[in-house]
T-cell receptor
């Protein structure tokens, strides 16, 4: 069965802290994605990766960085957390190709105080 | 990618068919229609997709009009567990990074 897991379901951090969100998929997918979801704004792409050590900016990369050292793992890093980064963070993965569906993790609800 | 329009919310009685409409009047010839859903506090879940022919899988059926300007997702026997927000998305090839863009979706409430 297809599985995408995220390291935490809920996380509370203070302003200025460095935050790591981890995502692991067990489907040998080439592509991995980080989105954030906010009420009224839908799903917005932060970064994606189509191969190990490769990354591309999405719509809202500012304040974030990513790391993909292994095919199954894609990390999202908030270098210095701010309150406007309080959100639901969703990781997804899919096979390379134009029309392959994405599989999502359960999400991490991050609160920055 | 083409924009989609969906009703904000719908109710359905448990055991009855849920028919969720989506308008995508600006769809291009090479764009597919996708449906995802998101149950409260969970990540989105893929349901089905199609180009122009009707599609069916174990979860749902997708009916696309002949002019492709609208589609309907059908859950044939809705259960309480189908209560979720349903997103209709139109995507074409060479979509940057295969990214998904979710609009507001339709909040389906299945009632006993």
């Amino acid at each position: 069965d297809v599985k995408v897991t995220q390291s935490s379901r809920y996380l509370v951090k203070r302003t200025g802290e460095k935050v790591f969100l981890e995502c692991v998929q067990d489907m040998d997918h080439e592509n991995m994605f980080w989105y954030r979801q906010d009420p009224g704004l839908g799903l917005r792409l932060i970064y994606f990766s189509y191969d190990v050590k490769m990354k591309e900016k999405g719509d809202i990369p500012e304040g974030y960085s990513v790391s993909r050292e292994k095919k199954e793992r894609f990390s999202l890093i908030l270098e210095s957390a701010s309150t406007n980064q309080t959100s639901m963070y969703l990781c997804a993965s899919n096979q390379a190709g134009d029309f392959n569906e994405q599989y999502f993790g359960p999400g991490t609800r991050l609160t920055v105080t | 990618d083409a924009k989609t329009t969906q009703p904000t919310s719908m109710d359905c009685a448990e055991g009855r068919a849920a028919n969720l409409p989506c308008n995508h009047s600006t769809i291009s010839g090479n764009e597919y229609v996708y449906w995802y859903r998101q149950i409260h506090s969970q990540g989105p879940q893929y349901i089905i997709h199609g180009l122009k022919n009707n599609e069916t899988n174990e979860m749902a059926s997708l009916i696309i009009t002949e002019d492709r300007k609208s589609s309907t997702l059908i859950l044939p026997h809705a259960t309480l567990r189908d209560t979720a927000v349903y997103y209709c998305i139109v995507r074409g090839p060479n979509n940057a990074g295969n990214m998904l863009t979710f609009g507001g979706g339709t909040r389906l409430m299945v009632k006993p």
